[in-house]
């Protein structure tokens, strides 16, 4: 029976240390060189399809400890890409004050991380994507995964670039499926570090195109990044469905790029055609898993924004 005790002890121990190893990594290696090979390696570690290092898994991004592994992940693929991993930690008041006395507020952390500019500068051009789920249950393969894997790639090949007069700020958002609580948090983060933002770009769902055309839909309020999208999509014949936004009175909420519009900024969101309807059935269901995404359709989309962003850090 001792013995019995003892064993049990000793298992519970080692378990213990196991899952509160937070400093253990969770790439088993490097990613693949090659783009289309590392973007699946990043959709399939993000939505469970891949395992990662010492047998763990990460099945939805949803609960607290989920996106807590998540994060963890999401600063290693940072490194990757030779950028300091930053973490923002906020909280968020319920709309209704009484709620907050009951479980508290809304708590989250944005992942981070800023590639400088070659040159001297105070110009950022930030790129963003959200990291949770939507639902419990989520794999979150399309929605947002695909988005993640999207920017690894653009800065991965802005950064082989010799000259850039614009700093770029990686940002991987918490909370965007709870009314944007992340990326409002970031704004304030924006705003506090006084930076002189050049422009907001926002990505969320890339994975879907049932009729292969190849096309993106982009709504901003800024004429100048609309003109360069459809400008540099043009040239590759891939199609561009816009939408137009007003900003004045804006308060519409669906995705992070919704956040940054009241602030006055220049800011654009694109990904397959949510709004045009050629986009995943599965959103915020089991079935967004890693079989469903279309990774030439993801691969197209990443070297037209990886184009334009190398234009504008010109």
Known sequence: MRACIVLIVIVRALSGCQNNDSSHPLLI??????????????????SGEYTLANNTTIV???????????????????LQLKIEPQEQHYKSPNLNPAIDLIIGPFRGTNVYGILPATQSSNEYIILGAHYDTGK?????????????????????EVAEMKYRDKNIVVVFFDQEEEELIGSGAFLNLIKEEQWNIH?????????????QDKAMEIFSPSESLRSIYKETAAAHNIPIHEIVIDPIGYEVSSTDFDAFVPGGYHVIGAGELFY??????????????FETVDFSYLLSSSNLVAEIIKKLVM
């Open 29 to 46: 290696e490097d990613l693949s060189e090659q783009k289309a090979e590392y973007q699946q390696q990043i959709v399939g570690h993000l």
């Open 60 to 78: 939805s991004r949803w609960s607290k400890e989920e996106r807590k592994l998540t994060g963890r992940y999401l600063k290693e693929l940072l």
């Open 136 to 156: 419990r249950n989520a794999p979150g393969a399309i929605d947002n995964a695909t988005g993640i894997a999207l920017i690894y790639s653009v800065v991965q």
């Open 199 to 211: 422009s907001v770009h926002c990505f969320d769902m890339v994975g879907w195109d049932e009729d």
């Open 276 to 289: 045009h309807r050629d986009s995943t059935p599965y959103k915020d269901t089991p079935k967004d898993t």
